[in-house]
């Protein structure tokens, strides 16, 4: 998991997401112009992180170029993120990743700083810093306190646009030089050709990531990167044991039927946003949502660990149920919720069609889940678990009685967490 910091100096919402420096010994260099293109259209291509990229990038420019700080913005394909950037300097010998949430583009800061006039209009600026005492936008007054003598943006073309279509929206570069007199015309030549170079390496890094991002969004953190790796063929999976969480929102179609229908939407994403936090938070995936229903999974990798899981589990069902009481709908109240899990075989992969497939889970185990799901809302109960899962519990369980389960021959015996000491409830 990804751990985010505010970056300095930076509107609310632009998160540091990694960091990296390049020993002394491996920072590369050119000989000329000629060298970093030729890197560019080559070598360049086999660089699978846009960190390590911009920072290869920028390391061979700065041999031939005084460039002192570099500044790298891409737009991206995502629910919460709208791009990622990368800075470098070369004092400190440090690149940046930041990602950037989609509200940014609303703030004051964004506004006010020189990235509309590039990102929407595609225009190149060159402000000199050196002896301009009325620079026009705050960001270089702050590069002005920190020794920087002039500064260039300018845009960069990754394709997908037609030149007359008015959505366009074009990348950006922005450099900085402390060399007294700033960037010479040769300089800012020699930028304009890199850039030109760098912009198909850089399209294609960034192509992998929004492929990768939508996948794991879409499909699930696990099973995104499998798809990705080429597990695409029909049919193809693999047989896993896993317990299995089932969560249902009770009475949502009477909510629904309530509320508007934005509002109806709203209550979903907060419903689904603290479920999936809770699964995430204990090492599990989320396979489906159906309806206001979510199935998610804690893979039994070793049955030495099957324990393990099943604590996750619980851990995780207890975290969603107790989510609910955090969502108030005005004139509604707070939704109820219930959970069922399970222990068992189920076929994880390709299924479908040869043009629309699902990769998704299926079997007993799956169906079981479900129909304990409808056991909780008959007993009237928070959570419920079987007795595979209870016997894999290390917590106390209590038996609730015996229960026919649509499609499956035998009644099955249900369980509920013991109450603890002092406290009343199943939870």
Not at 304 to 317: F, H, I, N, P, T
Request: net charge neutral.
């Amino acid at each position: 998991m990804n751990s985010f910091s505010q970056v300095r100096n930076a509107p609310p919402g632009v998160l540091t997401r990694r960091r990296f420096v390049r020993p002394d010994a491996a920072r590369p260099t050119v000989a000329d112009l000629a060298g970093l293109i030729a890197w560019a259209h080559g070598r360049a291509y086999g660089v699978g992180s846009p960190i390590k990229l911009v920072d290869g990038f920028t390391w061979r420019l700065a041999s031939i170029v005084p460039v002192d700080r570099l500044g790298i913005s891409v737009a991206l394909l995502h629910p919460q993120f709208g791009g990622y950037g990368i800075r470098w300097w070369r004092d400190t010998g440090a690149s940046e990743e930041a990602l950037v949430e989609h509200e940014v583009r609303k703030t004051d800061i964004y506004r006010a700083s020189p990235f509309p006039a590039v990102v929407e209009r595609g225009e190149t600026l060159r402000v000199r810093i050196e002896g301009n005492a009325d620079v026009p936008y705050p960001v270089i007054g702050d590069l002005r306190a920190e020794g920087y003598t002039d500064y260039l943006a300018m845009p960069i073309a990754l394709g997908g646009f037609l030149p007359a279509d008015p959505n366009r929206r074009y990348q950006v570069a922005n450099f900085a030089t402390r060399r007294p007199g700033g960037f010479s015309d040769a300089d800012i030549a020699a930028i304009g050709a890199g850039l030109s170079a760098l912009e198909g390496p850089l399209a294609l890094v960034t192509e992998r990531r929004i492929a990768r991002d939508l996948l794991s969004i879409y499909l699930g953190r696990a099973t995104g990167p499998r798809v990705l790796k080429g597990e695409v063929a029909r049919g193809t999976g693999e047989s896993i044991r896993a317990a299995i969480l089932a969560t249902d929102m009770r009475g949502f179609t009477t909510i629904a039927d309530k509320l508007p229908e934005t509002e109806t939407i709203a209550l979903l994403n907060a419903w689904f946003e603290r479920q999936v936090g809770a699964v995430h938070a204990h090492r599990g995936e989320v396979l489906k949502f159906v309806g206001d229903g979510m199935l998610a999974i804690f893979p039994i990798d070793d049955v030495e660990l099957a324990r393990a899981s099943v604590r996750d589990a619980l851990a995780a069902a207890r975290d969603a149920l107790a989510c609910a009481a955090q969502i108030d709908i005005p004139g509604v109240g707070r939704p109820r919720a219930v959970a069922a899990l399970h222990v068992g075989e189920i076929f994880h992969g390709n299924i479908g069609a040869r043009d629309r497939l699902d990769f998704t889970a299926i079997g007993p185990a799956v169906n079981a889940v479900s129909r304990l799901e409808g056991v909780a809302k008959s007993l009237d109960v928070p959570l419920v678990v079987s007795d595979e899962f209870a016997a894999l519990s290390t917590e106390p369980m209590r038996s609730l009685g015996r229960f026919p389960l649509k499609g499956f021959a035998e009644p099955r015996e249900v369980f509920a967490p013991a109450p603890a000491p002092g406290r009343s409830g199943s939870m």
